[in-house]
């Protein structure tokens, strides 16, 4: 059984952010762009700024001893350099409810929304962005510091920068190549600053970014392999090389699998979530491996699936947990696993239809039902080894 088990004190948990669960955040790009109709309204979401009680409950029952949860930068600085300390206090209160259970927070700075004064000025385009950024960063962390240990300032940086200046179908609504390559570099720096400000005040916490990265791979094509490597190491490794020594941990995110020149048959036979995208077991582990280089402790800081109906869901869990397991045989200094999400949410342009939770929530009357493969996932919390 020893050959299964994960190292003592491994964290297991879940994560959520905040407009995706809270509700009632109505001064941040993604409410403005709501209002004007070009994407779903959030509304109340799932009410977890009223509910988070209850759902950490929720949570300790299933045996987590972490969670990873992000704090709204419009609701502590509603006005340029005007901070709101009661919902210091908000979030004070959150994390002092985890602590009580004996669970170990991952608090995320900045998951996608941006408070309205900052993005109708040009968000990290803006000159002094960087600044502007870290001052939240140091001031949230002189409140709350004491708090917590694992810090993120970003959530996928790249995702955030393809999806508002190239894809242009998330605010800002640009399709801007040089713009797109400039708010990479923005948030580079954005990050560097805040990572100096925030160690300045609370030199022991430990900080870092969640990465979204994809594993690549190719046929034995020659255009095809230099595709692979050239995606590799812009989508993976850019960012993280541009913020090197400012970082004393990855998270890393991962939903995507991507193999240039694959056969039709494997494109036909592959299984799929709700999303359309494809479940591929290995793909964890892969990405996992290819962090090793930067030498620094890993965290799994989200890995799920859509799938409503949760047929794919408990055996994903097995698989991720196996995909871990074997990197951490392999000599990646893998610490935790969040599962994505702890509750259904609100998935951006998606709205409420796709379903990510390990907990169904009833958007009517905001019932919370633990769907089974979070049982599944608790097998293997509480034995802290693989399942079969």
Same mark, same amino acid.
């Given at each position: 059984?020893?050959?299964?088990?994960?190292?003592?004190?491994?964290?297991?948990?879940?994560?959520?952010?905040?407009?995706?669960?809270?509700?009632?955040?109505?001064?941040?790009?993604?409410?403005?762009?709501?209002?004007?109709?070009?994407?779903?309204?959030?509304?109340?979401?799932?009410?977890?700024?009223?509910?988070?009680?209850?759902?950490?409950?929720?949570?300790?029952?299933?045996?987590?001893?972490?969670?990873?949860?992000?704090?709204?930068?419009? !609701?502590?600085?509603?006005? #340029?350099?005007?901070?709101? *300390?009661?919902?210091?206090?908000?979030? =004070?209160? /959150?994390? &002092? %409810? +985890?602590?009580?259970?004996?669970?170990?927070?991952?608090?995320?700075?900045?998951?996608?929304?941006?408070?309205?004064?900052?993005?109708? !000025?040009?968000?990290?385009? #803006?000159?002094?962005?960087? *600044?502007?950024?870290?001052?939240?960063? =140091?001031? /949230?962390? &002189? %409140? +709350?510091?004491?708090?917590?240990?694992?810090?993120?300032?970003?959530?996928?940086?790249?995702?955030?920068?393809?999806?508002?200046?190239?894809?242009?179908?998330?605010?800002?609504?640009?399709?801007?190549?040089?713009?797109?390559?400039?708010?990479?570099?923005?948030?580079?720096?954005?990050?560097?600053?805040?990572?100096?400000?925030?160690?300045?005040?609370?030199?022991?916490?430990?900080?870092?970014?969640?990465?979204?990265?994809?594993?690549?791979?190719?046929?034995?094509?020659?255009?095809?392999?230099?595709?692979?490597?050239?995606?590799?190491?812009?989508?993976?490794?850019?960012?993280?090389?541009?913020?090197?020594?400012?970082?004393?941990?990855?998270?890393l995110n991962h939903y995507h699998h991507k193999k240039y020149g694959a056969t039709s048959r494997e494109r036909e036979t592959a299984v799929r979530s709700d999303m359309g995208w494809e479940i591929h077991p290995t793909s964890l582990y892969h990405c996992l491996i290819a962090l090793k280089r930067y030498g620094l402790p890993l965290y799994v800081s989200e890995h799920g699936l859509a799938d409503a109906?949760?047929?794919?869901?408990?055996?994903?869990?097995?698989?991720?947990?196996?995909?871990?397991?074997?990197?951490?045989?392999?000599?990646?200094?893998?610490?935790?696993?969040?599962?994505?999400?702890?509750?259904?949410?609100?998935?951006?342009?998606?709205?409420?239809?796709?379903?990510?939770?390990?907990?169904?929530?009833?958007?009517?009357?905001?019932?919370?039902?633990?769907?089974?493969?979070?049982?599944?996932?608790?097998?293997?919390?509480?034995?802290?080894?693989?399942?079969?």
């Amino acid at each position: 059984m020893a050959d299964k088990e994960f190292p003592e004190g491994f964290l297991w948990g879940a994560s959520t952010a905040a407009y995706q669960v809270e509700g009632g955040i109505e001064n941040v790009d993604w409410a403005e762009a709501a209002r004007e109709g070009k994407v779903p309204e959030a509304g109340r979401a799932c009410d977890f700024y009223n509910r988070f009680g209850s759902d950490f409950e929720i949570a300790a029952s299933l045996g987590m001893n972490a969670q990873r949860f992000s704090i709204e930068w419009a !609701r502590i600085e509603p006005e #340029e350099g005007k901070f709101n *300390e009661r919902e210091i206090e908000h979030y =004070r209160a /959150v994390l &002092e %409810r +985890l602590k009580a259970s004996g669970v170990t927070p991952m608090v995320n700075l900045w998951h996608f929304t941006l408070p309205l004064w900052f993005s109708e !000025r040009g968000g990290f385009l #803006e000159k002094g962005a960087p *600044e502007i950024f870290a001052r939240y960063c =140091r001031f /949230v962390v &002189e %409140r +709350l510091g004491g708090y917590a240990d694992l810090w993120l300032t970003h959530n996928e940086p790249i995702v955030y920068s393809s999806k508002g200046f190239w894809d242009g179908v998330w605010p800002p609504f640009l399709r801007n190549p040089l713009q797109y390559l400039r708010v990479i570099y923005a948030v580079a720096a954005a990050h560097r600053t805040a990572y100096t400000a925030m160690k300045t005040v609370r030199p022991s916490i430990q900080i870092g970014i969640a990465k979204h990265n994809i594993f690549f791979e190719s046929n034995s094509n020659p255009l095809n392999r230099l595709l692979c490597v050239c995606s590799d190491w812009f989508w993976n490794h850019r960012f993280l090389r541009l913020i090197e020594g400012y970082q004393d941990f990855i998270g890393l995110n991962h939903y995507h699998h991507k193999k240039y020149g694959a056969t039709s048959r494997e494109r036909e036979t592959a299984v799929r979530s709700d999303m359309g995208w494809e479940i591929h077991p290995t793909s964890l582990y892969h990405c996992l491996i290819a962090l090793k280089r930067y030498g620094l402790p890993l965290y799994v800081s989200e890995h799920g699936l859509a799938d409503a109906a949760d047929v794919h869901r408990p055996e994903f869990i097995k698989n991720a947990a196996r995909a871990v397991h074997r990197a951490i045989e392999e000599g990646a200094p893998v610490r935790g696993y969040f599962h994505w999400s702890l509750l259904d949410n609100y998935e951006w342009t998606e709205g409420f239809t796709k379903r990510f939770g390990l907990i169904e929530v009833n958007y009517d009357t905001l019932e919370r039902t633990i769907r089974p493969s979070a049982y599944v996932y608790k097998q293997i919390i509480e034995r802290n080894a693989l399942i079969d």
